[in-house]
């Protein structure tokens, strides 16, 4: 069977069930087939930390001052810090 890819949809598999990242276009009940690419697997939380933990110690690059959270809106789509 040929299968013929019309869009592209990224999910999460939790609990048994597939779970988009972002909403998608389907009709409820629409019956859909799921293609796992082999180098998909699950990833280890503890090295997944390490790797988190590693990434935050590593020295600010570039120009901007050390920033926080509130400035995600700014630094992704410059706009202004909220307070």
Known sequence: ??????SR?????????FRPTE??????GTRVTVLVP?????RDPKVVAARLA???????RGEEPETTSVDHDRILYGGESQP
């Not at 949809?9 to 069930?17: R, S, T």
């Not at 082999?38 to 699950?42: D, L």
Request: no cysteine.
């Open 23 to 28: 909403k998608v276009a389907l009709t409820e």
């Open 38 to 42: 082999q180098s998909a697997r699950p």
């Open 1 to 6: 069977m040929e299968v013929q890819v019309t």
């Open 54 to 60: 590693q990434i935050a110690g590593q020295p600010s």
């Open 9 to 17: 949809i990224e999910a999460v598999y939790e609990g048994g069930f």
